[in-house]
């Protein structure tokens, strides 16, 4: 999770010099693979004058590019603060800090607390939360017409992975863990919310869904 007011973690694997690091790449090369599918999806459902909440969303590639493809606005929520200092720098170079409200609040614990938006997004998130049932309720409930998050495969290949980062973590002292939930689960979830699947893409490391609004 790009930034995951119980940190869970997240404040000793996700610092100042990661941030750093994640802004930096973006400067040089932009948006990766998975981000730039994410964005593609969303501009061909239309998101011109769209209220944007991004739910982990590190130092704001993701809604950078959306205000620059015609989002009216967008608020960022955060587990830590660390990502603050970076996003800002981002976001006063492409001149649209005042369009960005940045907030350290878990929606999953106090929804209330967050007004919904046209679109919700979510990028390598869902898989640093324990209670993903949890987490995509609260989003789901926030996501007027559209949501779109990604999430790594559940299969052999993937827990391996996860199962050596988490002990990596569990030794060096970190709190820290990463999950692959159940992707079907996952889904059911969003669509007990009146969200149906409108976009999938199968990938290696990270899968996409893109989801609409069919009822209120």
């Not at 930034?3 to 694997?13: A, F, K, L, M």
């Not at 993937?158 to 569990?170: E, H």
């Not at 979830?189 to 969200?195: D, E, P």
């Amino acid at each position: 999770m790009a930034g995951c007011c119980d940190p869970r973690g997240c404040d000793g694997v996700f610092g100042n010099r990661f941030a750093r690091r994640v802004a930096s790449r973006y400067r040089k090369r932009g948006l990766g693979g998975t981000e730039q599918r994410i964005v593609d999806f969303l501009v061909a459902r239309d998101i011109m004058g769209a209220s944007v909440l991004e739910i982990g969303g590190g130092v704001g590639e993701l809604h950078l590019e959306l205000l620059r493809r015609g989002a009216a606005r967008a608020t960022n929520l955060e587990l830590v603060a660390a990502y603050d200092a970076a996003a800002n720098e981002l976001s006063s170079e492409a001149g649209v800090g005042d369009r960005i409200t940045r907030r350290i609040l878990d929606i999953a614990a106090t929804p209330g607390q967050v007004e919904p938006a046209d679109v919700v997004v979510m990028h390598r998130v869902v898989c640093c939360y324990p209670d993903f049932e949890r987490l995509l309720g609260a989003a789901a409930d926030h996501a007027r017409r559209l949501l779109v998050f990604s999430h790594p495969p559940r299969n052999a290949a993937s827990r391996l992975v996860l199962a050596a980062q988490n002990t990596a973590f569990r030794v060096s002292g970190k709190t820290f863990r990463t999950f692959a939930h159940p992707p079907g689960q996952m889904l059911a979830v969003l669509g007990a919310y009146g969200l149906s699947p409108v976009y999938a893409h199968q990938g290696l490391v990270w899968r996409v869904a893109g989801l609409e609004r069919t009822s209120a």
